[in-house]
């Protein structure tokens, strides 16, 4: 469906053989049938609104939120969302009631109703239909208050079937646009998130547009296979990214490593998934994407317990995750001859914590003489806690919506619960950051990138002066217009052009 909520827009892998092409979308009579047609606790809705009035729409979404949101809850309705699909403005409304019926009569006497409908006449091209509901009783395990991102997609295709068959016989749907529209930037997006401490304080139209999908998966021809690596705490999982066409000599290989603040994130999510095939499209590299072990949530973040892997039960803390990818790194070499690859040409590269992950193991790897032949670093977190920003940093993330914001607390909660043990006893192990400038002169070739919109972007130039004062070519680059993460937005011009650069690296080792 391509609908847009606050979750992970991820596209899943083929493993065996593949074409690098998504999965094709469910046929439509498929999802009817299997999308029940009514329950009186759960609802969604239709809307239209015209892609080039996606501002618009959520500018007057807001500015009657407040007085919206006291209505709704008023009118008796809860886990009020909004998922929008950008290129051709369809809107499904969510909301759950004791009673979905009385609760939408309820809110059609609310005096905020008629101001709203008036607000949205701009923006909105006419339209009929009627809501379909569904009984689905599942979550969304990362978003408990939301519902299933498949019971969501069904019943958007339901209502949009209903909106279709409800229109008299022969009459066409009115266009939304006779163009393609391009999305909104994200550097555009930003302003309609402040002023929101926590994600759930957004509101649901500036929460739709924020998440909107900004381009379709990228298509690339590839075999996709999984396998394990041994390592000391068990199997290590990885996916092997490997050009479909014939080469005519070993490829460069990248190893890469998604992040997730040590917590989260799996072989999955576009910053491992897309990145690869995205990488290894460009470069006609390999790409070797490694699942390393994980650490529980403390308290303070929920205290979800983090994904297992093959092997003996431990509590995941530094080192591990680095043995992991030192495992994988090693395995990659060693098998150089069956994946087609020049062991010589390797880089070790990664995004946040994933970025400090393949920083960390590229200086152990160094120290004991098996070092890569690049480093690349996106938006890495290099110290355990950010390091002074400059004048124009400070002034460039004042702007960053509150609950976007790695602070100081953010930053020694993860970064403790990382370690298991005071930040005082951390080594260049954990952090590469905390190197001397005769330790980090080891490194090789070092590219680092963070973004504009990102506290860690202090972490990663901090980390670049440290390369350069110690000798290392260091090429520094800040993404301009990009929040923390942006390799995780599929179709995000700033993400095609960063992996162009991490390509061209590849190419020249």
Request: hydrophobic share 40%.
């Amino acid at each position: 469906m391509g609908m847009s909520a606050h979750d992970t827009n991820a596209q899943g892998p083929v493993n065996g053989s593949s074409t690098g092409a998504a999965e094709p979308a469910p046929d439509l009579a498929a999802l009817l049938a299997t999308s029940p047609a009514r329950s009186p606790h759960r609802c969604c809705f239709l809307l239209h609104v015209r892609p080039e009035k996606l501002t618009e729409y959520v500018a007057a979404h807001q500015d009657v939120w407040e007085e919206m949101r006291t209505a709704l809850t008023d009118a008796g309705w809860r886990n009020y969302s909004l998922f929008l699909r950008a290129e051709d403005g369809m809107v499904v409304g969510y909301f759950e009631a004791d009673d979905v019926d009385a609760a939408q009569e309820a809110m059609g006497r609310a005096a905020i109703s008629p101001r709203w409908e008036a607000a949205m006449g701009s923006t909105s091209p006419p339209a009929a239909g009627r809501s379909r509901c569904c009984r689905s009783t599942s979550t969304c395990p990362e978003r408990p208050h939301m519902a299933d991102s498949a019971c969501r997609a069904a019943c958007a295709v339901a209502s949009f079937s209903d909106h279709l068959s409800s229109r008299p016989a022969g009459d066409p749907v009115p266009a939304i646009s006779d163009t393609p529209q391009p999305a909104v930037p994200m550097r555009d997006r930003l302003p309609a998130l402040r002023g929101a401490a926590t994600w759930d304080e957004v509101d649901p139209a500036a929460l739709a547009a924020w998440d909107a999908p900004y381009g379709p998966h990228e298509q690339w021809d590839l075999r996709i296979e999984d396998r394990e690596v041994p390592g000391p705490y068990g199997p290590v999982p990885v996916r092997v990214y490997t050009p479909a066409a014939p080469a005519t000599a070993a490829r460069p290989v990248l190893v890469w490593c998604h992040g997730g603040g040590f917590m989260h994130g799996d072989l999955d999510m576009p910053e491992a998934d897309a990145v690869a095939r995205g990488v290894a499209g460009r470069a006609g590299a390999v790409v070797v994407s490694v699942d390393y072990r994980l650490c529980d949530e403390p308290p303070e973040l929920g205290g979800r317990r983090a994904r297992r892997l093959p092997g003996p039960e431990v509590v995941v803390r530094a080192p591990i995750p680095l043995q992991d990818l030192v495992a994988a790194v090693r395995w990659t070499r060693q098998n150089a001859t069956e994946l087609g690859i020049d062991g010589q040409r390797l880089a070790l590269g990664g995004a946040s914590a994933g970025g400090n992950l393949a920083a960390a193991t590229t200086l152990h790897l160094a120290q004991r003489g098996e070092s890569p032949a690049a480093s690349l670093l996106l938006y890495p977190v290099a110290h355990p806690v950010s390091p002074e920003p400059t004048a124009e940093e400070t002034e460039v993330l004042a702007g960053v919506p509150q609950m976007m914001r790695f602070n100081r607390s953010t930053m020694t909660l993860m970064s403790e619960n990382y370690l298991g043990r005071p930040l005082a006893d951390a080594t260049t192990d954990d952090f590469p950051g905390l190197g001397t400038p005769e330790q980090l002169s080891v490194l090789p070739r070092t590219y680092i990138e963070s973004d504009e919109f990102d506290d860690l972007r202090i972490s990663a130039r901090r980390y670049a002066e440290q390369l350069t004062a110690a000798g290392v070519a260091v090429e520094y680059v800040v993404r301009e217009g990009v929040a923390h993460g942006h390799l995780n937005r599929i179709g995000l011009p700033e993400a095609a052009q960063t992996m162009d650069r991490l390509a061209e690296i590849l190419t020249d080792l």
